[in-house]
């Protein structure tokens, strides 16, 4: 009887343990980064007409796992080599919009929630950014909306902020990037311009008077560069000094300077930056401390063949204030809890659970 009556001490004990655990979620949303959809044979690992089945096999999957919403990070579609390789033409352009709106449609035929997107660099290789942006849904809702691929929306106590990093130093914006106009506009040379840096600062002070938590979307990298601090702190170490020069290709012209506006404007308010553009990331992701903004890059979808290869992640965001990325086939996972008295409001409508 002693046995009995420990074996269901032991039972209580451990059910209660468990369901001290579970944290009801807040918010859940989607990621796709890098599909790079294009009726085209593939080139090396990228397999561009596979990131149709692929993306339709994430919206399923992300649709199942109860999104509040999807974001894809930039590099949506490529352009169409068959029509563009003579330069920069009426075909060109024709064919590549229409990639653009193939991908589209399968992005929504899959999620019926809201869906945002990000400029990344191949977004615009044969397009202007107002092509892009007349051929793409975001939201509902959007709360602020400042200019192409800048905007902010809120969600259960979080305010999410997409910025656009597709501008010249001297704040032009790109456009047809793969016959460019002028010496200044290439893939590793991207910047945010001083007008977005001041939205950007005024959206955190408003994110700080209303007592919410940030989250940022941009394509490109944000911990390499001058004082990056990728490789350091509590995520994985860099594989080798010689990848350095790679990231830094991938990051930010002013990396440095946006890094200082997340993380000293308002410190601790700002939980996670997101990026793709780095295909295979090594490290994924970079942390300096608990409470110190998290810069996770997600890998690319167009790598690798399908069905054998993916990358995409579910992120959520439970009432303790912790943060979970499960990154499925490619993508990576990453599991962080919360600072010392942080609670969010759960929405009613969420019903997803983080065990």
Not at 22 to 50: E, M, N, P, W
Request: aromatic letters at 10%.
């Amino acid at each position: 009887r002693i046995g009995a009556s420990t074996s269901i001490l032991s039972i209580c004990w451990t059910l209660l343990f468990s369901a001290q655990q579970q944290r009801q979620v807040v918010v859940r949303f989607g990621i796709v980064t890098d599909v790079h959809y294009a009726d085209k044979d593939l080139s090396g690992s990228r397999f561009y007409r596979d990131s149709l089945p692929k993306l339709r096999q994430a919206t399923s999957v992300l649709q199942k796992a109860g999104c509040d919403f999807l974001i894809e990070l930039g590099d949506f579609k490529d352009k169409a080599s068959h029509s563009c390789h003579k330069g920069l033409s009426p075909n060109c352009t024709g064919d590549t919009l229409r990639y653009l709106q193939h991908i589209e449609r399968a992005f929504h035929d899959g999620y019926k929630g809201p869906t945002y997107h990000i400029f990344g660099n191949h977004d615009v290789d044969a397009l202007n950014q107002r092509q892009v942006t007349d051929n793409e849904v975001n939201g509902p809702p959007i709360d602020d909306y400042f200019g192409h691929g800048v905007y902010s929306w809120s969600l259960s106590g979080v305010r999410f902020l997409a910025l656009n990093g597709d501008f010249t130093e001297d704040g032009i914006p790109w456009q047809h990037l793969d016959f460019p106009s002028r010496s200044d506009e290439k893939w590793t040379d991207a910047n945010l311009p001083e007008n977005q840096l001041a939205w950007l600062e005024s959206q955190l002070d408003q994110a700080a008077a209303a007592s919410q938590r940030v989250i940022i979307f941009i394509h490109y990298r944000l911990d390499g560069g001058p004082d990056g601090p990728v490789g350091k702190g509590l995520g994985p170490p860099l594989p080798n000094p010689n990848h350095r020069s790679w990231i830094d290709n991938c990051t930010l012209r002013n990396a440095q300077r946006l890094r200082t506006i997340l993380e000293t404007r308002h410190p601790g308010i700002v939980w996670a930056v997101f990026s793709g553009h780095d295909h295979t990331p090594n490290p994924p992701w970079t942390q300096l401390f608990h409470d110190s903004p998290i810069y996770y890059t997600h890998a690319a979808m167009v790598e690798g063949s399908y069905p054998q290869n993916n990358a995409y992640s579910t992120v959520s965001i439970d009432e303790g204030c912790g943060l979970e990325i499960h990154g499925y086939a490619n993508a990576t996972s990453v599991r962080l809890a919360g600072p010392p008295n942080c609670t969010f409001v759960a929405s009613p409508v969420i019903k997803a659970f983080i065990n």
